[in-house]
């Protein structure tokens, strides 16, 4: 089974961009960023993919969470994981989605709602 969890709310900040995660049942504190995103269209989400032990997280990012993630795109500042006091830079987080949103668009395969969310809002 997939360990995942879900991002919160965004705490924006002078150094970066902070996704607030408030509650799971399993230790972050050795988690590794894995530079590796993947898309669950089901559920019009991106993941970032973390490291912990040798079971992989699943760092699960709605919509709501989207505007934040092009801002920091566009912005080029880090983009940051945060529980209770663990904090982890999601290192390649732009190169991921640079790849994923351009993959995705006009890309059927994806299916339409998930390709017109991310037509819509990462349209520059």
């Known amino acids: 089974m997939q360990k995942k969890i879900y991002i919160d709310s965004v705490e924006k900040k002078e150094d970066g961009i902070y996704l607030i995660v408030q509650s799971h049942s399993f ?3 050795n988690a590794k960023a894995k530079r590796y995103m993947l898309v669950d269209s089901d559920h019009l989400s ?4 973390m490291e912990v032990g040798d079971e992989f997280v699943y760092v ?9 993630l092009k801002e ?3 912005t080029n500042i880090p983009v940051f994981l945060k529980s209770n006091e ?7 987080m732009k190169e ?7 993959n995705i668009k ?4 994806y299916g339409d709602e998930m390709e017109k969310a991310v037509t819509e809002m990462f349209s520059v």
């Open 86 to 92: 663990v904090v982890i830079e999601l290192e390649g």
């Open 60 to 68: 699960v990012m709605p919509q709501h969470v989207w505007p934040n």
């Open 46 to 49: 991106f993941i970032y993919i």
């Open 27 to 29: 230790s972050l504190e």
């Open 106 to 109: 006009g890309n059927a395969n």
């Open 96 to 102: 991921e989605l640079t790849y994923l949103i351009d």
């Open 72 to 74: 920091a795109m566009l």
